[in-house]
């Protein structure tokens, strides 16, 4: 008998961001299985909760039926009220894909609020899920979760839909929201010491922060490189697929990931990535996949795209390796069958 479920989530489950594509992906995977699974849509205000998106969000978890389990998405579990979280009727299972106190540019007020508010809730739940070993550990060792209370289910993989055809001259492609975590203006300012060389560029992703936005795009006048660099904002999965199969080289200068789901994309095209040494990044690309650099080095970051951009032989050396590690990713299938074991557990 496979236990019936609910997955709580905040806002729009179509927003085009990793989290968002993964608790999709995996929704869609519990119920492919069979499997009995409400999805419960919550206000968006979370994590940062008006009082009646977290009013709502406990009535609604509240009135599920006593036989189900409930995931809970990460800014949920991270904030919801902990009193409501205690007392709930239900098991529920916590998604982190990382923790909230580990984000970029905050205060150090509000990290402690947030660091202690998710290290209580997590006393609560039943179990953890994570998409890597790296948020495993950060679990284990700043959050006090017991390691046997976490499971790990790496993300899903889509297979190419269209074959790879380089463009010339080699695109770099980067795929991330524009937000300062991303660091795509590490990666400007990088491309801007290589114009001596044959490229050019394109970051997808959606407008996260708009203030961040405007100053990518000031970023392009400022470093001559409004002809090279287009800043393409969201773009259609058919457009990401004819940008990943002209690309040549994949760069995310990330300051932090919980997982990244774009470097498994980026692996299964067969691309050379380039990225930092930073959160989960080092657990997710292969070493022969590219270069990883410390955050926030443009130097660093320009150094490892030029080794790509002048060695042929390299390039097709990490592009190799990367097809090979992207045909032994997991498909989403597979990831909904490690949750859906979690669940039947409990």
Known sequence: MLRRAAFAIPGDIHSPTGG???ERRLLEGLLAQGRDVTHVQLGASFPDATPGDMADAVERLRALEPDRVVI???FISATLDTQALARLHIPSVAMVHHPLALE????????????????DNLEHVAHVLVPSPNTA???????????E??????????????AGAPVDPPLILSVGIQHPRKGHDILLRALAGLTHLDWTAVIAGKVYDEAHGRMLDQLLDELGLR????????????????????????????????????FDEALVHGLPIVSCRTGAVPDTVPPEAGHLVPPDDAEAFAAALADLLGNKKLTKRCADAARVAGEALPSWADTARTVGAV????
Do not use: C, K, M
């Open 149 to 162: 209370r976490i499971s790990i289910a790496r993300p899903g993989t889509d297979r190419p839909v269209l």
């Open 104 to 119: 970029i540019g905050l205060d150090e007020a509000r990290r402690d609020h947030l660091y202690r508010v998710e290290r």
């Open 20 to 22: 968002y594509i993964y």
């Open 343 to 346: 669940l039947d557990d409990l």
């Open 227 to 262: 002809s090279r660099v287009r800043l393409a904002g969201y773009v259609s999965d058919a457009e990401l697929a004819e940008l990943y199969a002209g690309a040549s080289i994949f760069a995310l200068a990330t300051r932090y990931e919980g997982y990244g789901l774009v």
């Open 72 to 74: 809970l998405d990460g």
């Open 137 to 147: 550990r950060a679990l284990t060792d700043t959050y006090d979760v017991a390691p």
